[in-house]
């Protein structure tokens, strides 16, 4: 199956997806920034799950329950430590896990913030590129996913994930052309 990617902005929590992404600490604690709206509108059950569960290794991702969000589950993809911030490594090694739990748990629609841009201090294009690649990775593949959708917080997020994903098309675009008339040259047509 091949899904979609899709790009908005808005609210996360208010999100009607199979799964929301938190983009987490290691020690599950819902600080700040995303894992705060979503602790605060999920309701305490959330935190009671991570405290459940237990720290986790930077770059990987945790499951629980959504509590009150219209989301079956939360997936905490933990970019950083607690009080540190994320890198490039981080953030695309917790997406790879978050997408890996998102399969596994059946999940068809994702909704996903600018993991590890917010507190952890990940540069907002960096962030953008890495997250689409991942995505454009993951759905070009079989899995269950039909829809991974970015859902950012204020428009000059959005308007970096845009100009990043518009980018990345342009040169799917133009590597597409170049094949097609590399093709006609071996042919010998125009």
């Given at each position: 199956?091949?899904g979609r990617?899709?790009?908005?902005?808005?609210?996360?929590?208010a999100?009607e997806?199979?799964?929301?992404?938190?983009?987490a600490?290691s020690?599950?604690?819902?600080?700040?920034?995303?894992?705060?709206?979503?602790a605060?509108?999920?309701?305490?059950?959330i935190?009671?799950?991570?405290?459940?569960?237990?720290?986790?290794?930077?770059?990987?991702?945790?499951i629980?329950?959504?509590?009150d969000l219209p989301a079956r589950?939360?997936?905490?993809?933990?970019s950083?430590?607690?009080?540190g911030?994320a890198?490039e490594?981080s953030?695309?090694?917790?997406?790879?896990?978050?997408l890996?739990l998102?399969?596994?748990?059946g999940?068809?629609?994702?909704?996903?913030?600018a993991i590890?841009?917010?507190?952890?201090?990940?540069?907002?294009q960096r962030?953008?590129?890495v997250?689409?690649e991942?995505?454009?990775?993951?759905v070009?593949g079989?899995g269950?996913?039909g829809?991974?959708r970015?859902v950012?917080?204020?428009?000059p997020a959005?308007?970096?994930?845009e100009m990043?994903d518009?980018?990345?098309?342009?040169?799917e675009?133009?590597e597409?052309l170049?094949?097609?008339?590399?093709a006609?040259?071996?042919?010998?047509?125009?």
């Amino acid at each position: 199956m091949n899904g979609r990617i899709v790009l908005l902005e808005g609210d996360i929590t208010a999100q009607e997806v199979d799964a929301v992404v938190n983009a987490a600490n290691s020690a599950l604690q819902l600080g700040a920034g995303v894992a705060e709206a979503i602790a605060s509108r999920g309701g305490p059950s959330i935190q009671a799950e991570c405290d459940a569960h237990g720290p986790i290794e930077v770059g990987a991702a945790a499951i629980t329950g959504a509590g009150d969000l219209p989301a079956r589950f939360v997936i905490h993809a933990a970019s950083m430590p607690p009080g540190g911030t994320a890198s490039e490594e981080s953030v695309r090694s917790s997406m790879r896990a978050s997408l890996v739990l998102a399969e596994a748990n059946g999940c068809e629609t994702l909704a996903v913030p600018a993991i590890g841009a917010g507190i952890a201090g990940f540069p907002m294009q960096r962030c953008a590129e890495v997250l689409l690649e991942e995505a454009r990775s993951h759905v070009a593949g079989d899995g269950s996913l039909g829809e991974i959708r970015f859902v950012l917080f204020g428009e000059p997020a959005y308007r970096v994930f845009e100009m990043v994903d518009d980018s990345a098309r342009v040169a799917e675009q133009m590597e597409r052309l170049a094949k097609q008339r590399a093709a006609r040259a071996e042919d010998g047509s125009c």
